[in-house]
């Protein structure tokens, strides 16, 4: 797989007088100025992040009625089932809605179904088992928008729904007791980007205000790794919900959490997005890869430190199992393209072999390193199923629209999507993929680019200006961290490590400063740090030793001109 050169973008600066405007020093306020932050009241609330970036629940359609249902549930004593989905947002958030329910003393039976028999949704089967269990109360996680037919059932068979939901609608609702969803066209709520975990937030949220309680702050543990997880955008209340649950993270009694950590080799009170993201997430999302969830959510859920040790040790041997399996469906997948003439506009790679579970992986890691939309299906005899990720040129889930027809089951984002298909309609598929892509991609250039906050020089990371970058956070979708150039570096230390040798180890030194460097998967630029480089990075700690010390995380150098 050849890489792909980036384009170094450096993005514009402030208008002359914004710092003093602002209040703040000039490179203190040319970073808040990239994160739209324009005035004194947008800069204070930013930085503080507290509850005031917190939306009033009831806001959102149905929220009153679904807090009505569950109080009368409660008062009866009912039998409550909770359906989430077999990705880490939808088994945060049942976790959540479990954990908030069982400390009202409320019977309570999760479900996360099985991803290679059940597939997507809520299904016929899992509402008959928990009717059959004696659930008369069914409340839906991260799903449930679209389940017209189920929730008929689910009525029918004498069980009310309430749905909590963040994906897109259709134009026919479920005839469910609520549906909660900031996408729903009576929708008054002021924020459309919360998660599945931030949706089953806001009704415990509602729930416990109309109880007269206050909500456990624990919870919102779930609440940040299911953000993290669906990649919510960090900003506006998804921020609050964050770094609150960051710092909760960083101190948590939760016994699963504790585990995933030790297993990741992850020190609490130092975890921060990044170590979510690469660390605990893939962990707690490969069992559903795999087949059943299940585990993950048990891990979650569970009082017993002894449980937690043990069903972190099974996920650890599920996430080796995951990791060969991956690797060998992409290489399949490399191959499949190298028989090709020149790179598609979009890529379709397709096996029997592969399992639904690395579809997604497979098709994340071929958009990356080809900077094309990329779809990735596991071919069946009869029905096929597939995962898509996309590039921000490409909309990929509009691209489907246009062939809704040819679906049993599709949906998503503009650049994160699956489906669900005969067979047989693949060819008509792609065919009308091709056609969309090499429409709409025609003019552009389909390069790569880094955004980069502004150039500096390595003598600009003082204590000071360091202890604001961090006071930015938490990072991700929607508020990246800061991006640095830094022009005429000189390495004073530069070898490859990893386990294939694909990542570069440096020590980097400009004028009378010098900084330790990590380039993933850059190891193939080694010759090119013999003399003077120029380099794009972000800052933060190395807290592998019994010291934290400064580490730049660079992700891409050149050769200084």
């Given at each position: 797989?050849?890489?792909?050169?980036?384009?170094?973008?450096?993005?514009?600066f402030?208008?002359?007088?914004?710092?003093?405007?602002?209040?703040?020093p000039?490179?203190?306020?040319?970073?808040?100025?990239?994160?739209?932050?324009?005035?004194?009241?947008?800069?204070?609330?930013?930085?503080n992040s507290?509850?005031?970036?917190l939306?009033?629940?009831?806001?959102?359609?149905?929220?009153?009625?679904?807090?009505?249902?569950?109080r009368?549930?409660?008062?009866?004593?009912?039998?409550?089932?909770?359906?989430?989905?077999?990705?880490?947002?939808?088994?945060?958030?049942?976790?959540?809605?479990?954990?908030a329910?069982?400390?009202?003393?409320?019977?309570?039976?999760?479900?996360?179904?099985?991803?290679?028999?059940?597939?997507?949704?809520?299904?016929?089967?899992?509402?008959?088992q928990?009717?059959?269990?004696?659930?008369?109360?069914?409340?839906?996680?991260?799903?449930?928008?679209?389940?017209?037919?189920e929730?008929?059932?689910a009525?029918?068979?004498?069980?009310?729904t309430?749905?909590?939901?963040?994906?897109?609608?259709?134009?026919?609702?479920?005839?469910?007791?609520?549906?909660?969803?900031?996408?729903?066209?009576?929708?008054?709520?002021?924020?459309?980007?919360?998660?599945?975990?931030?949706?089953?937030?806001?009704?415990?949220?509602?729930?416990?205000?109309?109880l007269?309680?206050?909500?456990?702050?624990?919870?919102?543990?779930?609440?940040?790794?299911?953000t993290?997880?669906?990649?919510?955008?960090?900003?506006?209340?998804?921020?609050f919900?964050?770094?609150?649950?960051?710092?909760?993270?960083?101190?948590?009694?939760?016994?699963?959490?504790?585990?995933l950590?030790?297993?990741a080799?992850?020190?609490?009170?130092?975890?921060?997005?990044?170590?979510?993201?690469?660390?605990?997430?893939?962990?707690?999302?490969?069992a559903?890869?795999?087949?059943?969830?299940?585990?993950?959510?048990?891990?979650?859920v569970?009082?017993?430190?002894?449980?937690?040790?043990?069903?972190?040790?099974?996920?650890?041997?599920k996430?080796?199992?995951?990791?060969?399996?991956?690797?060998?469906?992409?290489?399949?997948?490399?191959?499949?393209?190298?028989?090709?003439?020149?790179?598609?506009?979009?890529?379709?790679?397709?096996?029997?072999?592969?399992?639904?579970?690395?579809?997604?992986?497979i098709?994340?890691?071929?958009?990356?390193?080809?900077?094309?939309?990329a779809?990735?299906?596991?071919?069946?005899?009869?029905?096929?199923?597939?995962?898509?990720?996309?590039?921000?040129?490409?909309?990929?889930i509009?691209?489907?629209?246009?062939?809704?027809?040819l679906?049993?089951?599709?949906?998503?984002?503009?650049?994160?999507?699956?489906?669900?298909?005969?067979?047989?309609?693949?060819?008509?598929?792609?065919?009308?993929?091709?056609?969309?892509?090499?429409?709409?991609l025609?003019?552009?250039?389909?390069?790569?680019?880094?955004?980069?906050?502004?150039?500096?020089?390595?003598?600009?990371?003082?204590?000071?200006?360091?202890?604001f970058?961090?006071?930015?956070?938490?990072?991700?979708?929607?508020?990246?961290?800061p991006?640095f150039?830094?022009?005429?570096?000189?390495?004073?230390?530069?070898?490859?490590?990893?386990?294939?040798?694909?990542?570069?180890?440096?020590?980097?030194?400009?004028?009378?400063?010098?900084?330790?460097?990590?380039?993933f998967n850059?190891?193939?630029?080694?010759?090119?740090?013999?003399?003077?480089?120029?380099?794009?990075?972000?800052i933060?700690?190395?807290t592998?030793?019994?010291?934290?010390?400064?580490?730049?995380?660079?992700?891409?150098?050149?050769?200084?001109?």
């Amino acid at each position: 797989m050849s890489a792909t050169a980036k384009f170094w973008r450096t993005r514009e600066f402030p208008p002359v007088g914004f710092a003093r405007q602002l209040g703040f020093p000039p490179f203190h306020a040319h970073l808040l100025y990239n994160r739209d932050i324009h005035s004194v009241e947008d800069a204070e609330l930013f930085l503080n992040s507290d509850k005031r970036l917190l939306n009033d629940p009831a806001l959102l359609p149905d929220m009153n009625r679904a807090v009505a249902r569950l109080r009368h549930a409660l008062d009866h004593g009912e039998h409550i089932g909770i359906f989430g989905d077999f990705d880490a947002d939808g088994i945060t958030g049942t976790a959540l809605l479990t954990t908030a329910l069982r400390e009202l003393n409320a019977k309570v039976t999760p479900y996360i179904p099985n991803r290679v028999d059940e597939g997507h949704g809520l299904n016929p089967a899992a509402v008959t088992q928990l009717r059959e269990d004696g659930v008369s109360l069914l409340i839906t996680v991260d799903c449930g928008a679209t389940s017209i037919d189920e929730v008929d059932m689910a009525s029918g068979l004498g069980m009310d729904t309430i749905i909590t939901d963040h994906h897109s609608v259709l134009p026919t609702l479920p005839d469910a007791h609520a549906l909660i969803n900031p996408r729903h066209p009576d929708s008054r709520y002021p924020f459309g980007d919360l998660t599945g975990v931030g949706m089953s937030f806001k009704l415990v949220e509602a729930l416990y205000d109309a109880l007269n309680l206050e909500w456990p702050e624990h919870l919102l543990e779930f609440v940040a790794l299911g953000t993290v997880a669906d990649v919510g955008p960090l900003k506006d209340e998804n921020r609050f919900l964050v770094k609150r649950g960051l710092e909760r993270i960083n101190q948590t009694r939760n016994p699963g959490i504790r585990a995933l950590a030790d297993r990741a080799r992850l020190k609490l009170g130092a975890l921060d997005t990044e170590s979510l993201s690469f660390g605990i997430i893939p962990r707690l999302n490969v069992a559903g890869r795999l087949g059943s969830a299940a585990v993950s959510l048990e891990l979650l859920v569970t009082e017993s430190m002894n449980t937690a040790r043990s069903l972190a040790g099974e996920i650890e041997g599920k996430n080796q199992e995951r990791q060969e399996i991956t690797r060998r469906a992409v290489a399949e997948a490399e191959q499949q393209l190298d028989t090709r003439d020149g790179t598609p506009p979009i890529l379709i790679v397709k096996s029997a072999d592969w399992i639904p579970g690395v579809l997604g992986l497979i098709a994340g890691r071929l958009s990356e390193a080809y900077y094309r939309p990329a779809i990735a299906v596991s071919l069946g005899k009869r029905t096929s199923r597939a995962s898509a990720r996309s590039i921000h040129e490409f909309d990929i889930i509009a691209a489907l629209n246009e062939s809704s027809d040819l679906f049993d089951r599709h949906g998503g984002h503009p650049q994160a999507a699956g489906f669900t298909m005969p067979t047989a309609s693949l060819p008509h598929l792609e065919r009308s993929l091709e056609s969309i892509a090499a429409e709409s991609l025609k003019d552009r250039e389909l390069t790569p680019s880094i955004e980069i906050d502004c150039e500096v020089q390595l003598s600009v990371f003082t204590p000071r200006n360091f202890k604001f970058i961090q006071s930015l956070a938490p990072f991700g979708e929607g508020n990246p961290a800061p991006v640095f150039l830094t022009r005429g570096v000189r390495a004073l230390e530069s070898r490859l490590v990893g386990a294939n040798r694909q990542h570069l180890k440096l020590r980097l030194s400009q004028g009378g400063t010098t900084i330790d460097a990590i380039a993933f998967n850059l190891g193939y630029k080694v010759n090119e740090t013999r003399k003077g480089i120029d380099v794009v990075y972000t800052i933060g700690l190395d807290t592998w030793g019994s010291r934290p010390r400064l580490q730049m995380t660079v992700q891409d150098l050149r050769a200084s001109r």
